[in-house]
């Protein structure tokens, strides 16, 4: 069995910063892809960040310039860096491991008031 376990969610006013975390028990997470997503209330899930088992990051128009995707091989974790929170940022992120069909962690939600 494969887990994720993600962390660092929280309540914070805009412009503050937060830190995702996501933990794995893949034993071979080196080798895959991994991503981070986000659903707020009454919308559909989104990308907001991915990054290759190389490290090239790529990231949702909307958190260009603001977000950060980091992995560290050695303890098979990603993290997501969230820098000048904005209220739309809103939502319950989950982070995705990109093994078939995918493997999703249990969510951390996000609350970010103006």
């Known amino acids: 069995q494969v887990r994720l376990v993600e962390s660092g969610g929280g309540s914070v006013q805009a412009g503050q910063s937060l830190n995702l975390s996501c933990a794995t028990s893949?034993?071979?997470?080196?080798?895959?892809?991994m991503g981070w997503y986000r659903q707020a209330p009454g919308k559909q899930r989104e990308m907001v960040a991915t990054?290759?088992?190389?490290?090239?990051?790529n990231y949702a128009d909307s958190v260009k310039g603001r977000f950060t995707i980091s992995r560290d091989n050695s303890k098979s974790a990603v993290y997501l860096q969230m820098n000048s929170l904005k209220p739309e940022d809103t939502a319950v992120y989950y982070c995705?491991?990109?093994?078939?069909?995918?493997?999703w962690g249990q969510g951390t939600q996000v609350t970010v008031s103006s």
């Open positions: 995705n491991l990109k093994i078939g069909p995918g493997i």
């Open positions: 893949e034993d071979f997470f080196r080798l895959y892809a």
């Open positions: 990054i290759a088992s190389i490290g090239s990051p």
